[in-house]
């Protein structure tokens, strides 16, 4: 499983942001612009209390190709990049090299940090389909709060396990179970950011319930101060199951149809599709 992991990653390490797919837009970054997505930019304007990251230490955590690290060091942060990858951190270190900052790229399994990083860090920011890689989510959250300062803080923004138990809507087919259960194993072609790419993959994949994550943070230390649960995002994160872009630029999760009203039956309301997690170490 764990190899299988890895060599997935490593595949799309050298794939993403090489011209082929919709999210990586290496090009652009570059240039100064920002792929960090709205609802990270909301988290990270609420966990520093809208002062910004300048001056601090941040982990960027499961980082991939490093683009939300490059945008954490334009913005004045200390950043170190975590990831099990050695492409991926090859990447960032380019990449960082190519926009003027400086990243600390370092290889490391997000469940077990290395022990010198301990106490290091103001920030650990870490997003969008983080978790799904990871078995043990109590050795992630005490790695988490082992790295982070007194006073340090965590910063995850996830997708939400109601939505990542849905293959698709037409026809309904849920594939993954709401809550931790051991691993699942499936295999496909193409990424999230590319569905035509030329790769093909087995992987193992788990499941985390909302309420063990918060558990999870709480049974290392951690205090939560905010939890989010949203209804819309800002981006599409794998077809989202052919529901269409709404009238206000959003995707949301509907399912089925919605009540009767005097003019027909109304849509569906929303499922949740993301939460923001953020917690404090004391
Ligand atoms: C979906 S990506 C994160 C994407 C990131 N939010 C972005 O926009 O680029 C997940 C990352 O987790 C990394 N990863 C998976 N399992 C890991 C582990 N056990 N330790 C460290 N990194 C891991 C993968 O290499 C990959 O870069």
Partial sequence: MEDANFDHWEQLAALHGTGQDRMYDLDALVDGGTLMGPEEQAALERVTEGRGVDGLDVLHLQCHIGCDSITLARMGGRVTSVDF????LERVRGLAEQCGVEVNAIEADSRDLPHELN?????????????????????????????????????????????????????????????????????????YANRD???????????????EVVMAAAGAGLTMTYL???????????????????????????????????????????????????????
């Fill in 228 to 282: 989010e649960e949203h209804v819309a995002m800002s981006f599409d994160p794998r077809g989202m199951q052919d529901a269409p872009l709404e009238a206000d630029g959003q995707y949301r999760l509907r399912i089925g149809v919605g009540g009767q009203s005097r003019d027909g039956r109304e849509p569906a309301y929303p499922l949740p599709v993301l939460y923001t997690f953020l917690a404090t170490v004391t």
């Fill in 119 to 191: 106490q290091s860090f103001d920030l650990v920011y870490s997003t969008i389909g983080v978790l799904c890689w990871i078995d043990d989510v109590d050795a992630w959250m005490k790695g988490v709060a082992r790295v982070l300062r007194p006073g340090g803080r965590l910063l995850l923004v996830e997708l939400h396990p109601m939505l990542t138990m849905v293959d698709s809507v037409e026809p309904l087919v849920l594939d993954f179970p709401y809550a931790f259960d051991g691993g699942h194993v499936y295999s496909g072609t193409g990424s």
């Fill in 85 to 88: 990858s050695p492409t991926a």
């Fill in 197 to 211: 790419a030329d790769v093909a993959w087995t992987v193992t994949q788990f499941a985390h319930s909302l309420s």
